[in-house]
């Protein structure tokens, strides 16, 4: 028992003191998260997002690929079950649906709680989440070290409640996102295999032929 | 144009429903085993199933949701979902009362008629019509009909030689959706289906299976 109980101690001790000459977390301020963010160039990673429902016995599972590059070229693919493709380049933002093996513009575009999802990921990915006028960020610097992102507009309030983004252990890179709606439901997005800053041709960010 | 207004005149007072001739031969069971095929259209209940929807809206207003859908001895219930995962919209339609509660609707799946419409889709697409059929026969085109008809609404099950394959609904005589059963169904579930509700503000939707329990 008092073995256990200096273990845990000693653990508490190494997080509240951690060792001189360790250099501080890259999420440490925003200061910090910015200039880490700013080292990476582009990203390329595929994402599972999962969503619970009371209705489900078992989570809804998407599956798709993103692809950003700096300033603010982005793509953001579902490849299964819906074929969506939203794709931002010098920001002109188009947003398509595969159907019967075309891709065909998407009206749905136009709704407002989607718009201002995807109009933050470019302010996430640029680690600027302090600029935001539509959440008011909370840094979490634990581990998992995150931010909490508020809508500020009580309407956006009715639709989502918070927003979390989960750093990964390379600085200025996300783990994962989970958008939890008021009410019930949480929608958790990881990413995995993921490359930085390489090369990303500029097809990735345009709609396709 | 007094030709026009005479046509129209006339093309409205001949409306009526398809004519249904009687089976023949009839099935020995009478027309039970017919009926118990049509009612193949739909799922035995209860089910929840996650589909994939495609609409085609008036005016090249295209989108894409996925929905989420559960029947029961306590009613349907109707969840949709944006590719993100936000639920846009959320309502129960309660079995006994027909009472439509709506949990959430996200603009522009707020606007009144929306939540019956939709409900009304569901439900014709997968709920088959209370009771027995009304009638049981053949269009002139041979093909084999049940018919339900009940305070001016009308559902038409059409059988072809590998089950039901399309689900007609009237208002009085003015057919007001046509759904396609598309693929081999398991446990009364197709791996596509095809509604279309015609007429001025009217749309199409395609609706593919993902998953069901």
């Known amino acids: ?209 | 144009m007094r030709a026009l207004l005479v046509s129209l005149l006339l093309a409205s007072g001949c409306a009526h429903l398809p004519p249904l001739s009687p089976l023949s031969p009839l099935p020995a069971d009478g027309a039970h085993s017919t009926a118990m095929r049509c009612r193949q259209a739909f799922p035995a209940q209860p089910w929840r199933a996650t589909h994939t929807i495609f609409a085609s809206l008036p005016f090249g207003q295209n989108g894409a949701l996925v929905g989420v859908t559960a029947a029961g001895s306590d009613g349907l219930h109707a969840v949709l979902l944006s590719p993100e995962g936000i639920c846009l919209f959320d309502a129960n339609q309660d079995g006994r009362t027909s009472g439509l509660t709506v949990h959430r609707a996200v603009p522009p799946f707020d606007r009144p008629a929306f939540a019956a419409s939709l409900m009304s889709d569901v439900g014709h697409a997968y709920l088959p019509p209370a009771g027995e059929p009304t009638a049981i026969g053949t269009y002139a085109t041979g093909e084999t009909v049940c018919r339900w008809s009940q305070a001016g609404e009308t559902t038409d099950v059409v059988l072809r030689a590998d089950g039901p394959r399309t689900v007609r609904t009237y208002r009085e005589v003015r057919l007001t959706r046509e759904i396609d059963l598309l693929g081999s169904a398991a446990d009364g579930f197709f791996p596509a289906v095809h509604l279309r509700v015609p007429g001025v503000g009217g749309y199409e939707l395609d609706i593919r299976l993902v998953d069901h329990e």
């Open chain 1, 1 to 209: 028992m008092s073995k256990r109980f200096a273990l845990a101690f000693g653990c508490l001790l190494l997080v509240a003191f951690p060792a001189r000459g360790a250099a501080p977390p890259w999420y440490q301020d925003w200061n910090s998260i910015r200039r880490a963010a700013a080292g990476i160039k582009a990203i390329e990673a595929a994402f599972v997002q999962t969503r619970t429902l009371k209705i489900l016995s078992h989570p809804l599972v998407s599956r798709g690929i993103m692809a950003y590059r700096r300033p603010s070229d982005l793509r953001w693919e579902y490849r299964s079950p819906l074929q969506t493709l939203l794709v931002v380049r010098a920001g002109n933002v188009r947003r398509l649906i595969q159907h019967g093996g075309v891709w065909v513009a998407d009206a749905s575009a136009k709704l407002e709680a989607m718009k201002i999802v995807l109009g933050e990921i470019n302010l996430w990915l640029d680690g600027n989440f302090a600029s935001s006028r539509t959440f008011r960020p909370e840094l979490r610097p634990g581990q998992p070290a995150r931010v909490e992102l508020y809508p500020v507009d009580p309407s956006l309030g009715k639709i989502i409640s918070r927003i979390t983004i989960t750093f990964a252990e390379r600085p200025g890179t996300v783990n994962a996102i989970d958008i939890i709606e008021e009410g019930e439901g949480v929608t958790h997005i990881t990413f995995e295999d993921a490359h930085y800053n390489r090369a990303i041709p500029d097809e990735q960010f345009e709609p396709p032929h």
